[in-house]
Nanobody
Framework: VQLQASGGGLVQTGESLRLSCAAS????????MGWFRQAAGQGREFVAG???????EYADSVKGRFTISGDNAKNTLALQMNSLKPEDTAVYYC?????????????????????WGQGTQVTVSS
């Protein structure tokens, strides 16, 4: 599975961005998809994830501001980011898990994902 993330850019505090992730294979065949981010000098952190049954989970830092969604017909994953803050500045990665746990499972650890996109830069200015 190849993943291609896009939609990053430079915005001001309080503005919105929508990230997209295009998959080369059916997203409906994955066992969870997610978005991670990595700020300069820091590790990769979980942002949001969605299970095979569309159950979603979010990091506390983005809950209420970000929304993850999947479109199985188009094999895409999206992350709508509203009320952006400077601390949201990072490279954002989409990921997919190819191994079964259960259909409601949302992987939160980067090690649980098998496929990764190349990343898209999001910069929020204050």
């Amino acid at each position: 599975v190849q993943l291609q993330a896009s939609g990053g850019g430079l915005v001001q505090t309080g503005e919105s961005l929508r990230l997209s992730c295009a998959a080369s294979a059916r997203t409906s065949s994955s066992y969870g998809m997610g978005w991670f981010r990595q700020a300069a000098g820091q590790g990769r952190e979980f942002v949001a994830g969605i299970s095979r049954t569309s159950r979603t989970e979010y990091a506390d830092s983005v809950k209420g501001r970000f929304t993850i969604s999947g479109d199985n017909a188009k094999n895409t994953l999206a992350l709508q980011m509203n009320s952006l803050k400077p601390e949201d500045t990072a490279v954002y990665y989409c990921a997919a898990r190819g191994r079964y746990v259960n259909f409601n499972y949302v992987p939160r650890d980067a090690r649980e994902y098998d496929y990764w996109g190349q990343g898209t830069q999001v910069t929020v200015s204050s």
